[in-house]
Structure formats: structure tokens, C-alpha cells
């Protein structure tokens, strides 16, 4: 069974920075791709970033571009979201999600491709 629990949330200011873990088990292959998403409240759940464990390709949606950075550690099964210049609009519910079989990606994957979800972690940053 795959498990992943995200930790790192937190309260910052509006400019402060937070690292996010992902720390994950059970996956059946070598390659999964595993991504970050954020749900605020009255809002739907929106992909932030995506790396991909076999080769370290990853995607960014545009509104953190620049400013988040995803990476992972494969001894550690664990993937990381360092999110620094943060915004007031960047409060949500982080979540990280996997997928198994895939080597490397070109783009953001669609949510409806991940198979398995932790619960979440409150990032609030006030402004």
C-alpha cells in the first residue's frame, strides 16, 4: 500500500519562505512521479508541481514559477516543495500525490492521473 504525509506547514509572512516534505512508501516500481497540490477554501484543488523520481524532470505551474522549487531525495523516499517569496494568496492545504510508472514528464500531470494522496499539510501566510 503507498503510503505519503506530508510535513512543513506552518504560518509565515508575506515574503517567508517554507520547505514542504513528502515522505512516501509502497510503491510498487522504480519510477513514479510525485506532485504537489494546494486546495484554498471555496476553491478547487490546483496541481503546483510535479517531479518525476526516475530522471528528476519536473513542471511548475506558472503562479509559483520562479519561486517554488520541487526536488527529491530517493534515499529518503522523500520529495520536497521549497516555496520561498511567499504570498498571502498562496494559503491552502498542501497536499502530495503519487503515481507509479512514469520515468519523466514535459508538463504539469492532470490530477486525475494520481493514484494515491496524502492528507495535507496548512500552509497560511499572512500579509
Known amino acids: 500500500e503507498v503510503q505519503l504525509v506530508e510535513s512543513g506547514g506552518g504560518l509565515v509572512q508575506a515574503g517567508g519562505s517554507l520547505r514542504l516534505s513528502c515522505v512516501f512508501s509502497?510503491?510498487?516500481?522504480?519510477?513514479?512521479?510525485i506532485g504537489w497540490f494546494r486546495q484554498a477554501p471555496g476553491k478547487e484543488r490546483e496541481g503546483v508541481a510535479c517531479i518525476a523520481t526516475g530522471d528528476g524532470s519536473a513542471a511548475y505551474t506558472d503562479s509559483v514559477k520562479g519561486r517554488f522549487t520541487i526536488s527529491n531525495d530517493n534515499a529518503k523516499n522523500a520529495v520536497y516543495l521549497q516555496m520561498n517569496s511567499l504570498k498571502p494568496e498562496d494559503t491552502a492545504v498542501y497536499y502530495c500525490a503519487g503515481v507509479n510508472s512514469i520515468y519523466t514528464i514535459a508538463a504539469m500531470l492532470p490530477t486525475s492521473v494520481y493514484d494515491y494522496w496524502g492528507r495535507g499539510t496548512q500552509v497560511t501566510v499572512s500579509s
Open positions: 509502497g510503491f510498487t516500481f522504480d519510477d513514479y512521479a
